[in-house]
């Protein structure tokens, strides 16, 4: 006789994505259940089916009709900085550098200098401002003149800090990421500059603990499951361990380890791949260029916009390298010869082809799942390299926000290559592996895939299916754990995404659906049913 499950989920409208028709189709024989036993998916079918496996002591959710997905995977964020979001000043809906400046004092006025010297914002975006500039020493000054404040981007590779920062740091920073005006800094930092900040920031292990906790909460009402965790903070693969072994950790982490952790990683004997069913080793992470927002991704022609760098020399007008070809190739190298799945950030086309040709030296950057983060500014031939070697196009949708006629791309690119920016549906046409992510920018999957779905150019527009697998069976893909998650299906782990409304149902505003319930391993760890 079979055992009953332990949680059933019926009344509800199940999209397996198994394949890339799933979705809105009419069909009478769409699952209406899932039964889980033991954290595994064990049956999916009618409702009537699937109530053969209710026992004496079975949970049954009854969804109501909402529509059951597998759980998102977000393949690319920062878990730290989305706990800093929600615990320090979070400027990612300010308007102007004004309301910047008045978050900040708010939170300088409400919080103890004793216990919190620096005051934090994170989030700021000037792109979308009418008054679209970024912050400068005098607005922070504005804030205090006695306490340090630091406001990131939230690209993360451009800051503004205020004179006490400079003051104390100033000899940190290289003088090359530092903006100055008639020999004075601005306050507007970039790329190492801007690790000098975060390396004085970094939270203790009891921070860090509160931050990844916090975004965890924030993680599962976006409907998140699993992240692929960009671990730029040393303390962070320590307290997810932790969290585990105290039963706090209720999402599956694959952490990446930055580039210069990579002798640490192999003095303890780790490796892609290694590890339990919720922490995982994932691959070493390393940057090559910069960013758009900070003109500081590496391109092949000049920015349109070049006249505008303050103090511009001829390097500046087509970005620069924060870690050069050659430094990127060492560091593959070593990473992949010792076993370990590599990804490096490339953004503009000329740092996707350092990196595709760093790959190719491997001779097996397909069978390994190296990946590229972020793929904004992708060649052509650059799309059939992805497609031939098998690289992962790591990339980040919610990015698209910024490919609408006078957003950013326009201002950085021009609107020819703005045109060519997150060819999403050209990368998939051609084969390549697609998997998508956040950059906590912000963590979101419904808003990526909104802007996927209705994204201004048809080389980048997908259909809400194909949106929908490549924040699931395409992430997982990417992570080794296309067996175990991405669909729902029988002998899979039992994570899942409850959204309010169909997504195919509603697909010009995708990205105001509610999640209802968000479910890992067999067990809810959101539920936000009103009903």
């Known amino acids: 006789m079979t055992a009953p499950a332990d949680l059933i989920l019926t009344n509800a409208e199940v999209h397996t994505l198994a394949d890339d028709s799933a979705g809105n189709d009419d069909t009478d024989d769409r699952p209406e259940a899932v039964a889980i036993r033991d954290g595994e998916i064990v049956r999916v079918d009618s409702a009537y089916e699937v109530n053969f496996l209710n026992g004496v002591q079975t949970e049954v959710i009854d969804l109501g009709g909402r529509v059951l997905l597998p759980g998102f995977i977000d393949a690319h964020t920062h878990m730290q900085t989305v706990g800093s979001y929600l615990v320090n000043a979070d400027l990612s809906d300010a308007d102007s550098p004004a309301d910047c400046v008045d978050l900040l004092a708010e939170l300088d006025e409400d919080r103890d200098s004793s216990d919190h010297e620096w005051v934090l914002g994170y989030g700021f975006d000037e792109s979308m401002w009418d008054e679209s500039r970024y912050l400068t020493r005098d607005d922070l000054d504005s804030v205090s003149e006695t306490r340090p404040v630091a406001a990131f981007r939230e690209d993360l590779h451009v800051a503004s800090v205020n004179g006490v920062v400079l003051d104390r740091l100033g000899d940190e920073m290289p003088e090359e990421d530092v903006e100055t005006e008639n020999g004075e800094p601005t306050g507007v930092i970039v790329e190492d500059a801007v690790n000098a900040v975060f390396e004085t920031i970094e939270p203790d292990t009891e921070t860090t603990r509160e931050l990844l906790l916090a975004a965890q909460r924030d993680a599962h009402e976006k409907g998140v499951t699993g992240v692929h965790d960009m671990c730029r903070q040393s303390r962070a693969p320590e307290v997810y361990r932790r969290l585990e072994l105290e039963g706090d950790l209720t999402m599956r982490v694959r952490i990446n380890y930055w580039s210069d952790h990579i002798e640490a990683a192999e003095e303890v004997g780790l490796v892609t791949n290694h590890g339990s069913s919720l922490v995982t080793t994932g691959a070493i992470k390393s940057f090559t260029d910069g960013s758009f927002g900070g003109r500081t ?43 370990f799945q590599v990804t490096a950030h490339a953004i503009g086309d000329e740092a996707i082809e350092a990196v595709l040709d760093a790959f190719d030296e491997t001779g097996d950057a397909g069978e390994k799942r190296h990946r590229v983060e972020h793929v904004e500014l992708v060649t052509d031939e650059q799309i059939e390299r992805f497609a031939e070697s098998g690289v992962i196009a790591s990339v980040q949708p919610n990015f698209l926000k910024w490919a609408q006629p006078g957003g950013l791309y326009d201002a950085r690119l021009g609107e020819e290559r703005r045109k060519q920016t997150n060819r999403y549906r050209t990368l998939l046409d051609a084969g390549a592996h697609l998997a998508f992510g956040s950059d906590c920018m912000p963590l979101d999957p419904l808003l990526g895939i909104h802007q996927t779905v209705n994204a201004p150019v048809e080389e980048q527009r997908l259909s809400v299916t194909e949106a929908l697998r490549a924040y699931t069976l395409g992430a997982a893909y990417a992570g080794f754990d296309e067996d175990d998650l991405g669909t729902v299906e029988v002998g899979k782990k039992a ?35 009103n009903d």
């Open 297 to 339: 991704a590496k391109l092949s022609k000049p920015y349109a916009d070049a006249e505008e760098v303050v103090d511009a020399d001829a390097d500046d007008v087509t970005g620069q390298w924060v870690v050069s070809p050659e430094e990127l190739d060492d560091i593959v190298t070593r990473a992949d010869g010792a076993g």
């Open 495 to 529: 994570d899942f995404t409850v959204l309010d409304h169909s997504p195919w149902e509603h697909a010009d505003d995708i990205e105001n659906i509610d999640v209802a319930m968000t479910v890992v391993d067999g067990v809810v760890a959101f539920d936000g049913r």
